[in-house]
């Protein structure tokens, strides 16, 4: 309870009746327009009805997948010593004969080639298993982003960025691949970026 007290005596005003008359009282609250929960931008956004809006943020993550994914190229294109493709079956010889000189070769960017078996995928990752002689296949992981080439003027060109999926899902048995790869193992290659051939 609250006692008000003016020129005449006192008023008793219970604390239930003080909130609700504050709210009324103060301007923001009573000059405030209504406006319906469906005509909010926040209500458009996340049910789909803002084209405009969708429209932007599908060019500022394509615009965001691309400067990642020149970006990692651009790492690894620098480290690398050769840019001579070197043979997936050749790496689990290599690490069967001496794996210390193995490590120190395989622990930094190279170029592969490798002809496509299977894609398999857990989750978001996916794998794209290369051929060997020995039928176990090699276990390629490609970099989570990839460049979609295509021809412009007679020279191929990055012209998007996809996810690995939506990547290695293009393509069947038998493709051809050539693959800059951040490290090798003997029988896994990490962070790839693909290049059907």
């Not at 003080?18 to 209500?43: D, G, R, S």
């Not at 020149?70 to 493709?85: D, G, H, M, P, Y």
């Not at 190279?110 to 996916?126: A, P, S």
Request: aromatic fraction near 10%; charged fraction near 25%.
């Amino acid at each position: 309870m609250q006692t008000l007290q003016g020129g005449g005596g006192s008023m008793i005003i219970p604390r239930k009746t003080i909130v609700p008359l504050a709210l009324f009282l103060c301007p923001l609250f009573a000059n405030a327009e209504y406006q319906k929960p469906t005509e909010t931008p926040f209500y458009k956004r996340a049910t789909g009805q803002d084209t405009e809006y969708e429209q932007k943020e599908a060019e500022r993550q394509k615009d965001e997948a691309m400067g990642t994914y020149n970006q990692a190229f651009e790492i690894l294109t620098s480290k690398l010593e050769t840019t001579e493709a070197i043979d997936v079956d050749q790496i689990a010889k290599e690490w069967s004969t001496n794996a210390a000189r193995a490590q120190l070769k395989y622990d930094k960017p190279h170029v592969y080639r490798g002809v496509l078996e299977k894609v398999t995928v857990m989750g978001q990752d996916v794998v794209m298993v290369m051929k060997s002689k020995n039928g176990n296949g090699v276990n390629v992981n490609p970099f989570f982003i990839q460049g979609v080439l295509s021809v412009v003027d007679g020279k191929r060109q990055f012209v998007d960025a996809v996810g690995a999926i939506e990547y290695a899902a293009q393509f069947d048995a038998g493709q051809e691949f050539t693959m800059l790869c951040d490290r090798a193992y003997p029988k896994q290659l990490n962070g790839c970026l693909m290049f059907a051939e």
